[in-house]
């Protein structure tokens, strides 16, 4: 029996849309800019969607449903009631305790001195800081690597910018009916030479890797780094889960590495560092003369982010550095609350018959579906990948939302990965225990 939609959003808007005059009026001309073409769909407004209309238990889309730590949630409120000035603009590229605690941090961390009005841009979450670097840095004819699978916005944002995505997949090097992890995912330093041409601009990845939960190790980072250094190439590091590593795996920052800073654009996210998603604070950080470049993209967009936001963030930065290291870190805290929830989400899989693939890092477990030989004969989906199929019936059908793999695949690998999806495990015991059960419950009927 299909479950019926809490609420049919499309309904409400059908409702709303052309009730100004009670008259249709139609433009003959093309409305749409040509770089728009092919990047229309998104997987993050289809599937958030479908979980609200279906009211269903949500591993699917990547935020906590639990809350902040409290020193950020105290920071925020004492910012909106501390005065006048938090209302207003603060300065455009980032509020200055945000970006002079952001250096001071990093600077500790990367070991580069970095100076906080040059080289760091605070931005609207992550996802713009990516924006900005791709339309700052990405010319008509440029090509740009990207490191399969990646988190989906890179491929329209490089397009958007004019630029060729070239893919180089992560590859397993073991089959299943062993222990799957994502170490066992690797870059073959050959494959990426093979995507080298004149027109190689840049390259993107992602560590800890969304949806595969990969941590690049040393050596695999100085291999990218050579290619980046051997030939001029800008290295775009997405960063957002780095202080998510579990069973001792380590994050290490590409900018780290010997000639790297100078060409490297590293990306954070608050939202993921404080659990925080909704506050859409996140930054770009690297050498003056390339950050200058994104700035100007900044101000002639969105020009400036949520003061009280980013002053809650500073002061969770400034509480971070003073209790680095320690028990009393969130930075520590965080990961080892989230161990907890990977391994149980991780067992729960297994009890169910699947084999999920350990994440070294991240919010995020991936596991193969085929095994389960569901039938799917949903015809409103027979023409879409097996994944994106599987996902729908399992809102729809066992109220549980998860997120297909294929999503993070370039169209020409989609097709080699519909079998697996994914799910978020940052999430509260309670919200996994609804899972678990509604897990359960399908290994009876299967
Ligand atoms: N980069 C990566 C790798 C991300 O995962 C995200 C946020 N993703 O969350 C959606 C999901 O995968 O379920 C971002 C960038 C964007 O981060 P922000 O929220 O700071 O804009």
Redesign the pocket.
Known sequence: MLRRPAETLASIYKQSIFTFSGKKTAMSRELHARRLEGVDKNI?VEFTQLAAEYKVVNL????PDFSPPSFVCKAFCNAISGGASMHQYTRAFGHPPLVKILAKFFTRIIGQEIDPMEDVLVS?????A?FCTFQALIDEGDEVIIVEPF?D?YQPMVTMAGGTPVYVPLKPKKSSGQDLSSADWILCPEELASKLTPCTKAIVI?TPN??LGKVFQRDELQMIADFCIKHDIICIS?E??EWLTYDGTQHIKIASLPGMWERTVT?G????TFSA?GW?V?WAMGPGNIIKHLKTVHQNSVYHCATAAQEAVAVGFQREYDTFGTDESYFKQLPAQLQAKRLRLAECLRNVGLEPIMPQGG??MITDISSLNIDLNDPSTKDELYDFRFVKWLIKEKGLAT?PVSGFYSPEHRGNFQNYIRF?FAKEDSTLKAAEDILQQWRIKK
């Open positions: 993050w699917g889309q990547g935020f609207v979450g992550a996802y713009q990516l988190f916005c992602n969304n949806p997405d957002v889960y990306i996210s608050a939202g993921k998603t859409k996140g919010y995020f997120i978020c």
